[in-house]
């Protein structure tokens, strides 16, 4: 499984982007999707994650209320719309997949077997 992510970028305070974490290959084989953050200096953390079967949602209680994880089964693509952003959701994000049934959201890096690349999110204050 190859996942792509992309749409990160500089927004002021308040702004919002959107996140797209595009897969490919063997993606049947993933049951959920997440995205994590990681700050400088930081560790990696959870951020939301899907059940890619039934869209059922699970959320860090830090961004609940103002991200929103959601999928497009026809393109195989997770997003992840950030609303509200603040200067402490400055990260690079990530999106995971993780192969293990059933799906629930797991928020250990370590469970997850595919990792994307990462994209910048930065936000000014």
């Known amino acids: 499984v190859q996942l792509q992510a992309s749409g990160g970028g500089l927004v002021q305070a308040g702004g919002s982007l959107r996140l797209s974490c595009a897969a490919s290959?063997?993606?049947?084989?993933?049951?959920?999707r997440a995205w994590f953050r990681q700050a400088p200096g930081k560790e990696r953390e959870f951020v939301a994650g899907?059940?890619?079967?039934?869209?059922?949602?699970y959320y860090a209680d830090s961004v609940k209320g103002r991200l929103t994880i959601s999928r497009d089964t026809a393109k195989n693509t997770v997003y992840l719309q950030m609303n509200s952003l603040k200067a402490d959701d400055t990260a690079v994000y990530y999106c995971?997949?993780?192969?293990?049934?059933?799906?629930?959201?797991?928020?250990?890096?370590?469970?997850?077997?595919?990792w994307g690349q990462g994209t910048q999110v930065t936000v000014s204050s």
């Open positions: 290959g063997r993606t049947f084989s993933t049951y959920g």
């Open positions: 899907i059940t890619w079967a039934n869209g059922n949602t």
């Open positions: 995971a997949g993780d192969t293990r049934f059933p799906y629930n959201g797991g928020s250990h890096a370590s469970e997850y077997e595919y």
